[in-house]
T-cell receptor, first 112, second 112 residues
Framework: GENVEQHPSTLSVQEGDSAVIKCTYS??????FPWYKQELGKGPQLIID?????GEKKDQRIAVTLNKTAKHFSLHITETQPEDSAVYFC???????????FGTGTRLLVSP | NAGVTQTPKFQVLKTGQSMTLQCAQD?????MSWYRQDPGMGLRLIHY???????DQGEVPNGYNVSRSTTEDFPLRLLSAAPSQTSVYFC???????????FGEGSWLTVV
């Protein structure tokens, strides 16, 4: 089955800096890669996703890149703000099987 | 439109007790699922359903039962609670034709 590894487990940055979180996956058949943000006491919320036919996707300060050959994908947050502080999860799925497998999460702390 | 609603929010059980975590969605989503979240382990799929009357096992199904008698509801039953089932449980749903999964707010379960 699919296995997703996520690094780092914690990341501290200063406000305005960029943050990068990296994930690798094992199943080459996975074709959908979402990123979720989880605030304290809340459920995960989708912030951006990418499919295997695309190499990069941007949404304002957030971008995701995918390298299918190396089987890794990354989340990039630019101009970080204190409200970006949360736990971020990457995930991978083969849309033919509909089982979303999550990474172990990255706790991002943005200091003012 | 309430989205995905989970009850109860918090629950303490004694070892060996049974209980049901309720999940309801008002978005007419075909796909529903249950995840558990443990420190350092991300979210792991327990059971899922692709429609009323259809359920299947996820990554960690042992000790849990589910049923899907209606499109709206997907209860998770703990048959005989064990301390290892202390966790945060998230219900999620997804509309047909979309890969975007929407999570509930979570249910915190402690088994003593």
């Amino acid at each position: 089955g699919e296995n997703v590894e996520q690094h780092p487990s914690t990341l501290s940055v200063q406000e305005g800096d960029s943050a990068v979180i990296k994930c690798t996956y094992s199943d080459s058949a996975s074709n959908y890669f979402p990123w979720y943000k989880q605030e304290l006491g809340k459920g995960p919320q989708l912030i951006i996703d990418i499919r295997s036919n695309v190499g990069e996707k941007k949404d304002q300060r957030i971008a995701v890149t995918l390298n299918k050959t190396a089987k890794h994908f990354s989340l990039h947050i630019t101009e970080t703000q204190p409200e970006d502080s949360a736990v971020y999860f990457c995930a991978a799925m083969n849309t033919g099987f509909q089982k979303l497998v999550f990474g172990t999460g990255t706790r991002l702390l943005v200091s003012p | 439109n309430a989205g995905v609603t989970q009850t109860p929010k918090f629950q303490v059980l004694k070892t060996g007790q049974s209980m049901t975590l309720q999940c309801a969605q008002d978005m007419n989503h075909e796909y529903m699922s249950w995840y558990r979240q443990d420190p350092g382990m991300g979210l792991r799929l327990i059971h899922y359903s692709v429609g009323a009357g259809i359920t299947d096992q996820g990554e960690v199904p042992n000790g849990y039962n589910v049923s899907r008698s209606t499109t709206e509801d997907f209860p998770l039953r703990l048959l005989s609670a064990a301390p290892s089932q202390t966790s945060v449980y998230f219900c999620a749903s997804r509309p047909q034709g979309s890969d975007t999964i929407y999570f509930g707010e979570g249910s915190w379960l402690t088994v003593v």
